[in-house]
């Protein structure tokens, strides 16, 4: 293929692309397959010569639509969505015809400049004045580097050439809400998931200061380290929300960083009337949001928003002369803020979204989700033997029915039914099923569907 058969193949695929969306709700949105089976129809060994591209885009076309399952379904109620606008689609698809690695300012100088506006309009968006930050390609990402910044801050930075051994016990404190990002980053950090200190919680879910300050003072007394505090805000499980302000605040007069995780509930602080959920966030040494699952941008764009990058980059930065710009010294290379050298032009697609939707536009689309999933939520309990187990947290909330197998049972047959698509969660040792009204093109009466299908289903 040369790039004059790029433009001829491109314009198919966009159609290929119109058409996929506008027959969405038609297709169920979990294919109904046996684990193995699309294996088994692609060749054991790849082609010694070329392949027409007719034959490649027809077993494309017979293969990969019937594979998946549909992140763009209107009716994806399940985990939280990674949404993407048509103006974040076409921003990626310039991106891809860029092809630039952006792991430096001389390497793509205008989407490291982009980015650093496109953190700044969004910073601005959220509440979070005077912030700096970058752009990783998920959550996961921004919390290793902050997890990894919390550690070399409370060793005096001597762990990155030390290293752990014979060190003092660096421990990190959350909830038992937090996503199981965060365990991974003190595995991958070298903390130990032993150090991760689980620390109660409330009724509501809120992480409880109190403990929280016992914990810190108990592992002082004990020779340990304490050396940060995860932060929820919108949890995975049930979308539980620590008291943000009051965390941070203890965490900072303990001498600890604070990183708030708001991946998914994040992109709602948009919307003014949501902010008193994270009230604080704009105190914390960290944040973390991702435009990639509620607002519209493509996967994949997760923004760290920090109130100091200078220990960010003291713990993550590298460079060598290999990866210097002669003749500036104070420049911005963001491979040095997070973990991979390599980086793509992220900010392209938010410069898209942004401009395309208005933050109005925006601020429309979450406020509907909310309103919408109140009401799920509302006809799903007036449904005989429905218990609706925790009430709406923005859009997302969770029910089950009296006995664990039948509620299992019930989300076994509703998946299979293919009309929506929902998860599980255990909440306080309960099976429970989520509710997450998300997807960019959902409709008020997609949403209804949730109820009418249980309904059927009981």
Known sequence: MNHDDLRDWSKRAADWAHAYHAGLRAR?????????TLAARLPAAP???????????????????????????????????????????????????IAAQAMLWQTAPIATEMEEVMVAWMAQALGLEQRRGVIHDSATTATLSAVLTMRERALGWAGLEDGLSGGPRVRIYASDQVHSSVDKAVRVAGIGQSNLVRIPTDAGGAMQAQALAAAIAADRAAGALPAGVVVCAGGTGVGAFDRVGEIVDLARAEGLMSHVDAAWAGS???????????????RADSVVMNPHKWLGAQF????????????????LGLRPSYLETPGQDEITNFN????????????????????????EGL?????????WAEAAAQDLARLPGVEIVTPPSLSLFSFALASEAATEALLTRINADGRIYLTQTRHRGRYVIRVQVGPYATTAEDVAMIARVVEELL
């Open 28 to 36: 169920p949105v979990r294919p109904d397959i046996a684990p193995g």
């Open 47 to 97: 082609p010694e010569g070329p392949e027409p591209m007719e034959a490649i885009w027809s077993d494309f076309l017979d293969l990969v639509p019937e594979g998946l399952t549909h992140w763009q379904h209107p009716r994806f109620f399940a985990y939280f969505p990674a949404n993407a606008a048509p103006a974040s689609m076409l921003a990626e698809q310039l991106v891809n015809a």
């Open 268 to 282: 709602a602080m948009i919307c003014p009337e949501f902010r008193p959920l994270w009230a604080g966030a704009e």
């Open 300 to 315: 994949d764009c997760s923004i760290q928003f920090l109130a100091d990058p200078g220990p960010q980059i003291r713990t």
């Open 336 to 359: 040095e803020w997070t973990v991979p050298l390599g980086r793509r032009f992220r900010a392209l697609k938010l410069w898209f979204l942004l401009r395309a939707e208005g933050l």
């Open 363 to 371: 601020r429309a689309r979450l406020r509907n989700h909310v309103a």
